[in-house]
């Protein structure tokens, strides 16, 4: 009995945790006026693809028209938006993982005075709501010049966090030092032994990081906003997206095409998830973090 009320326990948030992706995609699979008549039946009285059509771009005035019942529906450009996400992404992935790589290994193999206090107190940057430096970095942006483009979004994550720092030092202290002191008995460099030794060794951690750092900045929407609040050729998708909640006087928000805008953005996010998932959870228990 203890066996079957874990599994009912696990079936229960499993279905609380997909639930809301599937009521998106029933969103998206109905017309928009449908849903202002207040229809919420489990399965959509009319499915219609015309909503995932009107994102990608292949639906006709008429489709547009049929979906939302109004011609001058909002729109977006799906594509544009997704390579802008694309370019962010990965921008901020690739400068955060390197950076956060050797702040890493320096607080877990070089010996500098006042090592283990400095750690400490950049570890503390994980207790600062992010909202709390929103301010003073849009100033610094509009003094860089930089509102508006691909450098202002980018700027404020791409070097390091302490959450990436402490999960790849968790790591790092685990790997043998016979290694690097062979190493470094050959006569490498601390830069050396880092790049030819240690990065090597972290590959399964590395990739992991990645993996998180992708989807938090695909994922994030305040900053641009506040960044890019009208370059449509720099916005990413969850900015993109907003356009489809502009009220047309008269009108309701077109939650329909919202939600099928949603379920494409998500997509690619999902499709990585199921390809680096067990990694993930592997490479997260085996750094030591609960």
Same mark, same amino acid.
């Given at each position: 009995?203890?066996?079957?009320?874990? #599994?009912?326990?696990?079936?229960?948030?499993?279905?609380?945790?997909?639930?809301?992706?599937?009521?998106?995609?029933?969103?998206?699979?109905?017309?928009? &006026?449908?849903?202002?008549?207040?229809?919420?039946?489990?399965?959509?009285?009319?499915?219609?693809?015309?909503?995932?059509?009107?994102?990608?771009?292949?639906?006709?005035?008429?489709?547009?028209?049929?979906?939302?019942?109004?011609?001058?529906?909002?729109?977006?450009?799906?594509?544009?938006?997704?390579?802008?996400?694309?370019?962010?992404?990965?921008?901020?992935?690739?400068?955060?993982?390197?950076?956060?790589?050797?702040?890493?290994?320096?607080?877990?193999?070089?010996?500098?005075?006042?090592?283990?206090?400095?750690?400490?107190?950049?570890?503390?940057?994980?207790?600062?709501?992010?909202?709390?430096?929103?301010?003073?970095?849009?100033?610094?942006?509009?003094?860089?010049? #930089?509102?508006?483009?691909?450098?202002?979004?980018?700027?404020?994550?791409?070097?390091? %966090?302490?959450? $990436?720092?402490?999960?790849?030092?968790?790591?790092?202290?685990?790997?043998? &030092?016979?290694?690097? =002191?062979?190493?470094?008995?050959?006569?490498?460099?601390?830069?050396?032994?880092?790049?030819?030794?240690?990065?090597?060794?972290?590959?399964?951690?590395?990739?992991?990081? $990645?993996?998180? %750092?992708?989807?938090?900045? #695909?994922?994030?929407?305040?900053?641009?906003? +506040? +960044?890019?609040?009208?370059? =449509?050729? +720099?916005?990413?998708?969850?900015? $993109?997206?907003?356009?489809?909640?502009?009220?047309?006087?008269?009108?309701?928000?077109? #939650?329909?095409?919202?939600?099928?805008?949603?379920?494409?953005?998500?997509?690619?996010?999902?499709?990585?998830?199921?390809?680096?998932?067990?990694?993930?959870?592997?490479?997260?228990?085996?750094?030591?973090?609960?």
């Amino acid at each position: 009995m203890g066996r079957g009320a874990a #599994w009912f326990v696990l079936a229960l948030i499993v279905f609380i945790s997909l639930f809301p992706f599937y009521w998106s995609f029933r969103t998206g699979l109905s017309f928009n &006026r449908t849903l202002l008549q207040g229809d919420q039946s489990i399965i959509p009285s009319d499915i219609t693809w015309l909503n995932f059509k009107r994102v990608l771009g292949f639906a006709s005035d008429a489709d547009v028209e049929l979906a939302t019942g109004r011609v001058n529906s909002a729109s977006f450009d799906y594509l544009l938006a997704l390579r802008n996400s694309v370019i962010i992404a990965t921008l901020i992935t690739a400068g955060q993982v390197f950076f956060s790589a050797m702040a890493a290994y320096a607080f877990s193999r070089l010996r500098f005075p006042g090592r283990d206090k400095i750690f400490f107190l950049y570890l503390t940057g994980l207790m600062v709501p992010p909202i709390f430096t929103m301010i003073p970095n849009l100033v610094l942006m509009r003094q860089l010049g #930089w509102l508006g483009s691909f450098q202002g979004i980018v700027a404020p994550f791409f070097l390091m %966090t302490p959450f $990436a720092v402490f999960f790849l030092r968790q790591f790092f202290l685990g790997i043998n &030092r016979s290694l690097e =002191e062979a190493a470094i008995i050959d006569g490498a460099s601390h830069f050396t032994v880092f790049s030819k030794v240690i990065l090597p060794i972290a590959a399964p951690q590395m990739v992991t990081l $990645a993996v998180l %750092t992708y989807v938090t900045s #695909w994922n994030e929407f305040l900053w641009p906003l +506040v +960044v890019a609040p009208t370059n =449509e050729n +720099v916005q990413p998708l969850t900015v $993109a997206l907003g356009a489809f909640t502009t009220q047309v006087p008269g009108t309701q928000p077109d #939650w329909s095409g919202l939600m099928a805008g949603t379920i494409l953005a998500a997509l690619p996010m999902l499709l990585l998830f199921m390809v680096f998932g067990k990694r993930l959870v592997d490479s997260i228990q085996f750094s030591g973090i609960k």
